[in-house]
């Protein structure tokens, strides 16, 4: 059965950094792109960065180029998102779901909430 | 950036009835449009992939139809469990995107 468990949300001041980690089982994670897509209080989903299976590819939404990294372990079967110089408007529930072109299966997401 | 457009963005409908759900982008996708189930509290479950295959798992009351810039989900009866927020989400272009959701609820 595939799992993906979302860590390292919290409340963070904006202008601040933080790393969330996404944990993966049951499938063959080196084989699989992955993507990070999150969803602010109340409103529907946003597509935020995707990592080829060997890490060589990452893409972006523009809101979050240059200020958002997405990398992966795959000798650890993990996925990142560091994220730097945080917004209100990045509050969000941060999904990790597996696939590039669909999310074929989600983790359950960890909240990120940037406020004073 | 290809946009995505649902409509409408609420149904309200009683169980049994038939469902039609839009889903329309900015410019041509191909058939590369998938469509997305949420309910409250939940993480989104994928429903359709590529317009019209069913994901592992899927009634077969779900059914999906389109190319180019026009596509449809169809929930054919609806149960009890299907009432709930409906995205759509293309692959056809970097950066993905989302639609904002159709919201089908109990009549």
């Known amino acids: 059965e595939v799992q993906l468990v979302e860590s390292g949300g919290t409340l963070i001041q904006p202008g601040g950094s933080l790393r969330l980690s996404c944990a993966a089982s049951?499938?063959?994670?080196?084989?699989?792109?992955m993507t990070w897509v999150r969803q602010a209080p109340g409103k529907g989903l946003e597509w935020v960065a995707c990592?080829?299976?060997?890490?060589?590819?990452?893409y972006y939404v523009d809101s979050v180029k240059g200020r958002f990294t997405i990398s992966r372990d795959n000798a650890k079967n993990s996925l990142d998102l560091q994220m730097n110089s945080l917004r209100a408007e990045d509050t969000a529930m941060y999904y990790c779901?597996?696939?590039?072109?669909?999310?074929?299966?989600w983790g359950q997401g960890t909240l990120v909430t940037v406020s004073t | 950036e290809i946009v995505l457009t649902q409509s409408p963005a609420t149904l309200s409908l009683s169980p049994g009835e038939r469902a039609t759900l839009s889903c329309r982008a900015s410019?041509?996708?191909?058939?590369?449009l998938g469509w997305y189930q949420q309910k409250p509290g939940q993480a989104p479950r994928l429903l359709i992939y590529?317009?019209?295959n069913r994901a592992t798992g899927i009634p077969a009351r779900f059914s999906g139809s389109g190319s180019g810039t026009d596509f449809t989900l169809t929930i054919s009866s609806l149960e009890p469990e299907d009432f709930a927020v409906y995205y759509c989400?293309?692959?056809?272009?970097?950066?993905?995107?989302f639609g904002p959701g159709t919201k089908v609820d109990i009549k």
């Open positions: 779901a597996r696939g590039g072109s669909y999310g074929y299966s």
């Open positions: 049951g499938f063959t994670f080196s084989n699989s792109w």
């Open positions: 990592i080829k299976e060997d890490g060589s590819q990452q």
């Open positions: 410019q041509s996708v191909s058939t590369s």
């Open positions: 590529d317009s019209s």
């Open positions: 989400q293309q692959r056809g272009n970097w950066p993905r995107t």
